[in-house]
């Protein structure tokens, strides 16, 4: 299929489709959804690229350093969400590979695929895409493939494609510079330079979220050690694979791909290495939290507050509803005074708003959404306030104006106090970024014994300043870290922690 001699310039094909996907989420993604995102064809996907700070961004900028003629097809992003549609699946699918057939004759293909979609009727999305994709370039064209570190990779991925290689950091600040190493990896094997041979191990592990980041164990350690194997001349790449704990497919979880130029014994010693060391470290990659009960007795013996109650498991910043109850119902048992927690209930700001400012009401609030959450608390409280629900953070540097711009907007909001748990209830769904949140209605943050946060860490920059203690909590929700709460179907078992 090689279409150019060594004189000319080398016709690469470039594209992606990726989607970290949700599988215990119950809305599906749908095409529309990628509309929202990022969905953009041929010339379109060299324009709306090139110059961001991507994975595809970088390739395109090496790829055009080198002078290589680039042919886009196809290249399709969405939020973090639920099992994507075949629909939508087949549809972008069916874009790309025609777009593929279109720049034949090609001499590579560079493709930046997420490593955890789960479409409908597909549970290995990536090896899918890769597989169809070498039906169309053929066994001799090179086909090299950038991965998000949340990957779960199937060995079927690494044998359809010749180079895996996937971002070295989360939060992920590499993606740029691990494409620019894609067209470099590229570049040598279009001048036959290295035979690139991988071994694939999987340390039969399961990391929440929470565990996956590279700045704390188990993951430093793991990137030490490969770093050291990547400075030998043997090694061209390796993949430290955290994978994404709610995409249930059979190969879920943590792997290693090891890429050796010709040496597959090497390259099968330093990936079961990598992932007899991880298993090793498997107790680090373990979060340790308490139940709502016990977070909330501990919260009630420290002296001067707030102490924080960290419910990661409804993460609003992580696609969950912000509705989740179990705090507050472990907040009423114990009768804990000046504890605060925002839930968003637009059922429950109409019924306050018509009962009006000064009245008591009777009501369920909370886990309207979903059955993840909890369940609904009935409540009786005074309507201590209403408000338009708009602030302006406190925070100089918040990091979710590029979201929110200057004003955030939860929708009407009402506070509602109930014995002394003060509950904020918003029409939408508004992570814990600012403690204008809830100042801007008169609870003061500061004065509370106990604040509940919707978050995994994008609460800190505004309240780890106020806080006298943090205390994770094991709350229900779908980015639970308690990964036994999930009725995983497909997942090869045994696996910890599961087992
Ligand atoms: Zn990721």
């Keep these: 299929m090689s279409s150019t001699s060594a004189s000319e310039r080398p016709r690469i094909a470039i594209g992606g489709i990726l989607h970290e996907t949700h599988t215990f989420m119950e809305q599906p993604t749908t095409l529309a959804d990628f509309e929202l995102g990022s969905l953009c064809r041929g010339e379109d996907l060299l324009r709306e690229m090139s110059e961001t700070r991507s994975g595809i961004g970088g390739m395109i900028e090496a790829a055009s350093a080198r002078g290589w003629r680039l042919l886009p097809t196809l290249y399709a992003t969405a939020m973090p969400a639920g099992t994507v549609s075949a629909d939508a699946y087949q549809t972008l699918l069916r874009d790309l590979l025609d777009c593929l057939r279109g720049a034949l004759p090609l001499d590579g293909l560079l493709l930046a695929l997420h490593g955890a979609m789960v479409a409908e009727g597909e549970l290995d999305v990536e090896a899918d895409i890769v597989a169809r994709a070498r039906e169309i370039v053929g066994a001799e064209t090179p086909i090299v493939v950038l991965l998000d570190m949340h990957g779960n990779i199937s060995p079927r991925l690494v044998d359809v494609a010749d180079v895996l290689l996937a971002y070295d950091t989360n939060p992920h600040i590499d993606s740029h510079a691990r494409g620019l190493e894609a067209v470099d990896v590229m570049a040598r094997l279009l001048r036959r330079e290295i035979v690139p041979t991988a071994a694939y191990a999987r340390p039969a592990l399961l990391l929440p979220p929470q565990s996956t980041g590279t700045d704390d164990q188990p993951l430093t350690l793991l990137h030490a050690r490969a770093a050291e194997m990547e400075a030998e001349a043997a090694v061209v790449c390796i993949a430290v694979m955290a994978g994404f704990a709610y995409a249930d497919t059979p190969f879920c979880g943590a792997s290693i791909i090891v890429t050796t130029d010709n040496e597959p014994e090497l390259a099968r010693k330093y990936a079961r290495e ?144 109930v014995e002394g748990v003060n509950i904020l209830l918003t029409e939408r769904k508004t992570p814990p970024m600012d403690l204008a949140q809830l100042r801007h209605i008169g609870i003061i943050p500061e004065a509370q014994r106990m604040i509940v946060v919707k978050s995994a860490v994008a609460y800190r920059a505004a309240y780890l300043p106020i806080a006298t203690a943090v205390i994770e909590m094991d709350t229900a929700g779908l980015c639970s870290a308690n990964l036994s709460r999930f009725p995983y179907r497909h997942l090869k078992r045994p696996v910890f922690p599961l087992d």
């Excluded at 609003?316 to 009768?335: K, N, R």
């Excluded at 605060?340 to 637009?346: E, G, P, Q, R």
Aim: glycine share 12%; aromatic share 4%.
């Design 274 to 417: 990598l992932s007899d060391l991880l298993h090793a470290r498997r107790d680090a990659a373990t979060p340790h939290s308490l139940g709502p009960p016990d977070a909330v007795a501990q919260a009630a013996q420290i002296e001067n507050g707030p102490a924080i109650l960290v419910d990661s498991a409804d993460n609003i910043g992580g696609g969950t509803p912000g509705d989740g109850t179990d705090a507050l119902a472990a907040m009423l048992a114990q009768g804990a005074q000046e504890g605060a927690i925002v839930l968003a209930d637009a059922e429950a700001v109409a019924l306050c708003r018509d009962a009006g400012t000064g009245a008591t009401v009777t009501l369920d609030v909370g886990a309207k959404s979903d059955n993840w959450h909890g369940e609904s608390v009935r409540v009786t409280g005074r309507v201590e306030a209403l408000s338009d629900g708009v602030f302006r953070p406190e925070l100089p540097d918040n990091h979710f104006a590029a979201f929110y711009g200057n004003e955030v907007h939860m929708g009407r909001c009402a506070w509602l106090r």
